[in-house]
């Protein structure tokens, strides 16, 4: 089975889910060869191939055992004196035992006859002699009766015991094949296991090196606001730009959100949402099990697409304090990968506001007309809108976060420690995953 799944290695560039880049700018940029093909990347098995191989062998050496299990009671059973087997044996032991004893007391019949016949006395007569011949001639008869029933009754407890012993035999020979069946399933199983250990161990020292961040390769957020009205849905986008020079066969944007409440010591997680969409694939989808969107088919040098983004939080969230972490990847059929710089994006989260509850009077009273004033100066940044100027990735922050407590910053500085890591590893974990969408939200 293991050999099966080598020979099924994947040979073949990965089949990515493709979205055509959206406003693609247009501007050549020389191309400058950077990542030559490997083949030795290419002629690795998939872990998918060698998982599927290594489940198998389990249960291979689970049939085996049971297989031996069986083949062992069989045995037994081949060896008990209850088997049909041996029964016929203990009846042909008694048939051959009678028939000897029966052969014995022949022979004893005839030699007293021949004695008597031998030992008549000189004056006997006629008819004592006559008498005395014919005990003789039926003494013989006997014996010649018993002796044919005595070789009968021993050549059928011959085969009889040959029968039992190949019937035994047999039970132990196939417990013997079992035995070996088990140590083999077991060495194959063992070997399986190894192959993906060792894959999964050279897949992780891959994504290590898929790991180094890429500056050519830079994405930048816009529409993000600085606060978010839980219940209130919000859409912004990621800008994917190739600044390497050559064209990137699959490049993907990577989102993730860690949020707090106001005392930075509830998570939020659980009550956040993002989804991606494309102009091909316009219904929303959750990102996938590694936070990364659809991907982005054949990127040319210098040019760039729009991921668009939608971030949701459940109407019962309470206030707090979110920080988003954007960056992309980018992995070629021929094995060359790697990362941009990651930024990381501070709002607020505001909580819903509830429905204002009209009070109960006994009786309506005429209420004087209120003169309006003017009313508190707008945020600078209306809910789902863009920011006034549009975000850098250069600072990676926005101008306001809505903190204002350490406590809430080191909350959110601990989340961006597991995101960010070194570098952008994150980024290049799991890639041969492949881009489907997976179900879940963002995991807090």
């Known amino acids: 089975m293991l050999a099966t799944a080598v020979a099924a290695a994947v040979t073949t560039p990965v089949v990515v889910l493709s979205v055509t880049p959206a406003f693609a700018d247009t501007r050549p940029t020389a191309r400058t060869p950077q ?65 000897a004893v029966a052969k014995t007391d022949a022979d004893k019949a005839l030699a007293a006859a021949e004695k008597a016949l031998a030992e008549l006395p000189v004056d006997a007569t006629d008819e004592q002699r006559k008498d005395a011949e014919r005990k003789v001639t039926e003494a013989g008869a006997v014996v010649t009766a018993t002796t044919e029933a005595k070789a009968t009754a021993e050549a059928q407890l011959t085969r009889d015991l040959a029968a039992a012993y190949e019937a035994m035999n047999a039970a132990e020979q196939r417990l013997e094949l079992a035995k070996k069946a088990v140590v083999e399933a077991r060495l194959a199983k063992q070997a399986a296991d190894k192959a993906l250990a060792d894959a999964k161990k050279a897949a992780d020292q891959e994504d290590e090196e898929c790991a180094a961040a890429e500056p050519r390769l830079t994405a930048v957020v816009t529409g993000l606001p600085t606060k978010v009205v839980a219940g209130e849905p919000v ?24 949020a707090t409440d106001k005392t930075g010591l509830k998570d939020l997680g659980t009550s956040l949402k993002l989804q991606w969409s494309s102009t091909t694939s316009p219904k929303w989808q959750n990102l996938d099990r590694d936070d990364r969107s659809g991907a982005i088919s054949a990127l040319k040098a210098g040019t760039g697409a729009d991921v668009k983004l939608r971030l949701s939080v459940d109407a019962s969230a309470p206030a707090g304090d979110a920080t988003a972490f954007i960056g992309g990847e980018y992995l070629n059929t021929d094995g060359s990968c790697g990362s941009s710089p990651t930024d990381k994006y ?20 005429p209420t004087p007309t209120a003169t309006p004033t003017p009313s508190a100066t707008p945020s600078a ?22 903190s204002s407590t350490a406590t809430q910053q080191l909350a959110l500085a601990g989340g961006a420690a597991v995101v960010l890591g070194s570098g952008a590893v994150f980024l290049a974990r799991r890639r041969n995953a492949g881009t489907g969408t997976g179900t879940k939200g963002i995991d807090g």
């Open 346 to 365: 501070d709002f607020t989260i505001e909580a819903a506001v509830a429905k204002p509850t009209p009070a109960a009077s006994a009786s309506p009273t």
């Open 235 to 258: 859409d912004f986008s990621v800008r994917l730009t190739n600044g390497t020079g050559e064209t990137l066969d699959k490049v993907q944007a990577f989102v993730s959100v860690k």
């Open 35 to 99: 990542h030559p093909a490997s083949p030795a990347r290419q002629a690795k098995p998939s872990l998918a191939e060698l998982e599927r191989a290594a489940t198998e062998a389990a249960k291979a050496l689970d049939a085996a055992v049971a297989a031996e299990r069986a083949a062992g009671e069989d045995a037994a059973k081949a060896n008990a004196l209850t088997a049909p087997h041996n029964v016929a044996v203990k009846t042909a032991r008694q048939v051959a035992g009678a028939a």
């Open 381 to 402: 940044t209306a809910q789902g809108g863009t920011s006034p100027t549009p975000l850098s990735t250069t600072s990676g922050t926005l101008a306001a976060t809505g």
